[in-house]
């Protein structure tokens, strides 16, 4: 069997990990196509002063727990006798976390107030949003559903930061992620039951995980664009006929043979 996984963000390189790990697939037999010159997707850290920074966040959720279940398998640079989860788990046990101040206003006090500020009848159309069902939701926007002193309340400031939320944004994306984290809500302003990184995600997750599937063989194929995949007809299942990338500028076609694909240019894909 050969996999293409389009990404390689952490999605793919732990869909990679697993297909070794669980399915007993040859690395050499997973190609990975990413966009991007560097791999890990979202968790890149990276900038300069002239483009700004992408800082990836810290943030780990108890609940990850096929991440977890990963991680314990996936050895930490520093010790390779310590996991990565392992790691993580021993820094949050030593350090806690109990943020004293997440919010101050402009004269620099602490603004944490009963409820996060949030009124019962905010309250009510919270609980409303979570019980509707998603598919009578389709098209609509968080704005809808709340009154604009909702959007100035210490709840939606701790929510948008965390969430990356915006009024305008879809309420079903919203709905999603409150009926996820709701088990949050209790410690929005002082995040204690977060786990945090020892470093920033990239460092902490990212090259562990590479690390791990370099000497696997896995190709990676970098600053590689996935512009199309074709379907073929199959009644029943979906499959997948061919792959359209460009890399370098330049563009390639990967067709499918028994079990994968052979790119038109070997060298790109080792197909
Ligand atoms: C500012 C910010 C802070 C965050 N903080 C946290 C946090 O603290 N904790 C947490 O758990 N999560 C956090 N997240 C979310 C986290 O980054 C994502 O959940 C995670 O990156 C998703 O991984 P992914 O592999 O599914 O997707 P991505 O990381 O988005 O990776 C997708 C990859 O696919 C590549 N790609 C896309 N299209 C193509 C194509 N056509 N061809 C080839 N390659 C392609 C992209 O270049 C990218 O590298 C944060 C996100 C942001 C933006």
């Keep these: 069997m050969k996999a293409h996984l389009i990404g390689g963000g952490f999605g793919g390189l732990a869909a990679a990990a697993l297909l070794i790990r669980n399915a007993g697939v040859a690395g050499q037999d997973i190609t990975i196509y990413e966009a991007d010159e560097r791999l890990g997707g979202g968790f890149f850290l990276d900038g300069s002063p002239q483009s700004g920074y992408n800082l990836p966040g810290s943030i780990f959720d108890r609940e990850f727990r096929c991440a977890f279940d990963l991680l314990a398998t996936i050895p930490t640079e520093a010790n390779p006798k310590i996991s990565v989860k392992e790691q993580l788990f021993t820094f949050n046990r030593e350090h806690p976390f109990d943020d004293q101040t997440h919010i101050v206003d402009r004269d620099l006090r602490t603004v944490h107030g009963p409820r996060y500020g949030l009124s ?108 199309d995949i074709g379907f073929e007809s199959s009644p029943g299942r979906i499959t997948v006929n061919r792959l359209d990338y460009e890399r370098g500028g330049a563009a390639a076609l990967g067709h499918r043979r028994a079990g994968g694909y052979r790119a038109v240019d070997d060298r790109v894909a080792g197909g």
């Design 120 to 227: 019962w009848s905010d309250g009510f159309a919270l609980a409303r949003l979570s019980l509707t069902p998603e598919a009578w939701l389709d098209g609509r926007r968080i704005e809808e559903f709340f009154s604009p002193k909702f959007f100035e309340t210490e709840f939606w400031l701790l929510w948008s930061t965390l969430m990356g939320s915006l009024p305008q944004h879809s309420v079903v994306e919203f709905r999603r992620y409150m009926n996820r984290f709701v088990y949050l809500f209790p410690d929005l302003s002082t995040m204690a039951h977060v786990l945090r990184s020892p470093f920033n995600q990239h460092e902490a997750f990212v090259k562990p995980l590479v690390a791990w599937l370099e000497p696997r063989r896995v190709n990676f194929l970098t600053g590689t664009f996935v512009k």
